[in-house]
């Protein structure tokens, strides 16, 4: 297990201190849990997807990297994961300890941890499943995924939900709509190649595109979920029937194996 640079040791000390002001800024309240436990593979939902691509996983080891509050983890235990979720940040660790005795009594206990995402300290080889919500594009990638692929089982799975920008012109575009709250310095959608990485250490098996642009604006704007609702089933519904619209949309959920370290 290779010790990771000083440059990325300090990225992630920023990181902490970012995610103290998000953690203070946080009021816990209970997360939805049903409607993640077995959603439909036609989903209009980018995070209902990702849980349709989870599946089963009772009994079997999944690792919540950079589980924040812990929303994904509450969502695993109801499913009958053995759940490892780990942070960077000991306050959203807190919360999302906080969190399981809210909504997870009388299950079993998932293993909360703070920790980079670039050295978890999990086993070679000893993960069924790897998680990722909206954690990658923090990050560097090289790194993180070859991290990934080292804990991963060969027959495993890592799935993600991440912001993409497949053309250049949506990245200039972004810009005239700057992202509003507490954004990490790093933080930014996966180019297209940044995206072509993640293929170098794993296979593609199964994806979807979310969100258009008109989506992506609504929530910048900050329309009522009501509203909000509408536009992300007529995105679907778009994206299902016009391919050729899937590569302007802003969110990837893919389902990936790892390729053999061979």
């Known amino acids: 297990m290779a010790e990771i640079s000083e440059t ?14 998000e953690a203070q800024e946080t009021e816990l309240t209970p997360c939805e849990v049903e409607r993640y436990l077995a959603p439909p593979a036609q989903s209009a939902f980018p995070l209902e997807y990702t849980f349709h ?3 089963d996983v009772a009994n079997k080891t999944v690792f919540d990297i950079g589980c924040g509050t812990g929303e994904s983890v509450v969502v695993l235990v109801h499913k009958g994961a053995q759940v490892i979720g780990m942070d960077i940040s000991p306050e959203l660790i807190e919360l999302a300890s906080r969190r399981v005795e809210m909504q997870c009594a009388g299950l079993p206990k998932p293993k909360l941890a703070v920790g980079s995402a670039y050295e978890t300290g999990i086993p070679d080889a ?35 939900n991440e912001p ?3 053309l250049r012109v949506l990245n200039t575009a972004r810009k005239l709509f700057p992202d509003r709250g507490n954004i ?38 900050g329309t009522p979920y009501k509203y ?3 536009l992300l089933l007529l995105d679907g519904s778009l994206l299902n029937h016009f391919s050729f619209l899937r590569s302007v949309a ?5 389902a990936f194996s790892p390729k053999s370290l061979a």
């Open 8 to 21: 990325l040791k300090q990225r992630d000390a920023e990181e902490v201190l970012r995610s103290r002001e």
């Open 53 to 55: 691509l989870v599946g």
């Open 126 to 160: 000893s993960v069924d499943v790897v998680l990722s919500n909206a954690l990658l594009h923090h990050l560097d990638l090289p790194t993180v995924l070859k991290e990934i692929r080292r804990i991963l089982k060969p027959n495993g799975r890592f799935i993600i």
């Open 164 to 166: 993409v920008r497949l």
């Open 184 to 221: 990490s310095e790093f933080e930014h959608p996966l180019t297209r190649e940044e995206y072509a990485e993640i293929k170098k250490f794993f296979v593609l098996k199964q994806e979807r595109a979310f969100r258009l642009p008109f989506v992506s604006l609504a929530i910048k704007m």
């Open 228 to 230: 909000l609702r509408g």
């Open 250 to 254: 802003g969110v990837r959920v893919a």
